[in-house]
């Protein structure tokens, strides 16, 4: 089956602890996102990465970093330097990155979600 | 960037009613997609609609680019609808999707 892995479930973090999200698809889509939500609330945009070995930040990405070495890994570090990183964090992927113009092709696909919780 | 304004904030229902959601843009858009968040969080992709009418079973969406806003129709509802809709778009400039907060649908039996 084709579609998008997020990978633990639940996350538990102490404090001054990095952990890492992962995320993985098998859609062959060229871009990836990492999104944010906290209760009640919209997404917001952490990273992207268009290409492989290339990423953006998006609007919230203090306290973050990720990669891209490969196209279908686009994991997420969550730093100590993140001081609330209590939330439910989102990967998304399409074919196209959104500057490409090229709808529908645009159309992002979602992985189930890691919920992270500080100790 | 731009503003992504959804009504309602929350939204109750009978079983069988009928429902439009709204989503208005603080400027021109492209890319416009509604999401179905399900209780469990799952995102689903429902349209990818820049513009014109689409129809899905028992959901519609129309987006008017001119006038910055789109709506989503829900017929016939069920209680597998419940959960939250967001809509989302990229200003023509921009990059990347912004999302808006949101609507709660709560369909009753």
């Known amino acids: 089956d084709g579609g998008i892995t997020q990978s633990p479930k639940y996350l538990f973090r102490k404090e001054g602890q990095n952990v890492t999200l992962s995320c993985e698809q098998n859609?062959?889509?060229?871009?990836m996102y990492w999104y944010r939500q906290d209760p009640g609330q919209g997404l917001r945009l952490i990273y992207y990465?268009?290409?492989?070995?290339?990423?953006q930040k998006g609007d919230i990405a203090e306290g973050y970093s990720v990669s891209r070495e490969k196209k279908e890994s686009f994991p997420l570090t969550v730093t100590s330097a993140q001081k609330n990183p209590t939330a439910f964090y989102l990967c998304?992927?399409?074919?196209?990155?959104?500057?490409?113009?090229?709808?529908?092709?645009?159309?992002?696909?979602f992985g189930p979600g890691t919920r992270l919780l500080v100790l | 960037g731009i503003q992504v304004e959804q009504s309602p904030p929350d939204l109750i229902l009978q079983e069988g009613a009928n429902s439009t959601l709204r989503c208005n843009f603080s400027?021109?858009?492209?890319?416009l997609q509604w999401f179905h968040q399900n209780p469990w969080g799952q995102l689903i992709n429902l349209f990818y609609?820049?513009?014109g009418t689409k129809q899905n079973g028992r959901l519609s969406a129309t987006t008017v680019a001119t006038e910055r806003y789109s709506l989503l129709y829900i017929s016939s509802s069920q209680t597998t609808d419940s959960g939250v809709y967001f809509c989302?778009?990229?200003?023509?400039?921009?990059?990347?999707?912004?999302f808006g907060e949101g609507t709660q649908l709560t369909v009753n039996p």
């Open positions: 998304a992927s399409s074919k196209t990155g959104v500057r490409s113009g090229a709808a529908p092709q645009e159309t992002q696909y």
């Open positions: 859609l062959n889509h060229d871009a």
């Open positions: 990465s268009q290409i492989v070995n290339d990423f």
């Open positions: 400027d021109s858009v492209n890319n």
């Open positions: 609609i820049p513009s």
């Open positions: 989302a778009g990229k200003e023509t400039s921009g990059s990347r999707l912004t």
